[in-house]
């Protein structure tokens, strides 16, 4: 691994304890950049942890997710890539990249950190943009010169709603996928600006009447502005899955049902509302060769987000396929 970084710092995370923030600074495409690393830190002997990926406009807030899996007896970390969450800095724009293979750089560096800290095995689990790059990072290390015997297995890959496929039915995306590619070629620099707050976002927090309390400066309610070029990005990953094949054991979870077209919140409410998720298991079948699906009746995009029993049925999901990978805590 060529690769390298520096560590800035170790604190309590903004989580409180027993989350620990760690953060590190490596070489980015125009400048320095900073990826954080949360870490649960109550379980430290475990040979076996999950790592957790956020999806766009997002940052690691779950806090309940990782209390899941330290019960499993499985460690927990999760990752605040560049310019997300944490990792957020004056001297870059949030969320931009020039390329997602930049992010690998971000899932190389808390792979490496899980090593030292004594993990040998590992299970990504990724929600939506996350879960394109997990898949995109895993199918680049499937080069044998890609691999590093410093770094953990990886055992298993969990995709939470992932963002495989452009938000459109499997008809209409495949009338419009090539003028989509070409306008945003044209346009690098057009960014789109959300002028009212999404449906989605309105079932998700606090001020809104939701059940969650996370920062609306990280994960903003309009959304950041939707660079063409980062647009651009998620489409030539999407097309390179699509002529890939991953053999890694792969679960993806995923609601029952698109509401992405609905008008009010309780029929978003429904299910996705951000995807098409007859799209999304498409992209899934030609890319992964081991796959299972797990469909959550009710499922929010980000399931975890979803209300309860809703999410103990998408965790239920999990904690099975783990058992039938036998990725269990290690003793």
Known sequence: MTLSWQHLHSKTDLLGEPFMAHTFRHAGAANDVDTTLIEYAKQSAGKRAILYLHGYTDYFFQKPLALHFDQLGLRFFAIDMQGYGRSIRPNSLPNWCETLDHYFDDIDIALAELYRRGVEEVVILAHSTGGLIASSFLAA???????????????????????????????????????????????PFHS???????????????????EWDYRLDWKPAHGFPLSFHWLKQIILKQR?????????PTLMCHSAITTKEALGIEDI???????????????????????????????????????????????????????????????
């Open 192 to 210: 789109l600006h959300a002028k009212k707050i999404s449906l989605y976002a309105k079932t998700l927090h606090t001020v809104f009447g939701g």
């Open 141 to 187: 290390r499937q080069q044998p010169d890609q691999v590093s015997d410093a770094l953990p297995r990886i055992k298993g890959l969990i995709l939470n709603s992932p963002f495989l496929a452009l938000p459109f039915p499997p008809k209409v995306l495949k009338r419009l996928s090539w003028p989509i590619r070409i306008v945003v070629s044209l346009l």
């Open 269 to 331: 409410r429904k299910g996705d509302g951000v995807l098409n998720v007859d799209s999304m298991k498409l992209a899934a079948q030609r890319t992964f060769s081991d796959l299972t699906c797990a469909s959550i009746e009710g499922g929010y995009h980000d399931l975890f987000l979803s209300p309860q029993p809703v999410r103990a049925n998408y965790l239920a999901a999990i904690d099975q396929w783990l058992l039938d990978q036998s990725f269990s805590a290690d003793h």
């Open 240 to 248: 390179a899955l699509q002529h890939t094949r991953i053999d890694l």
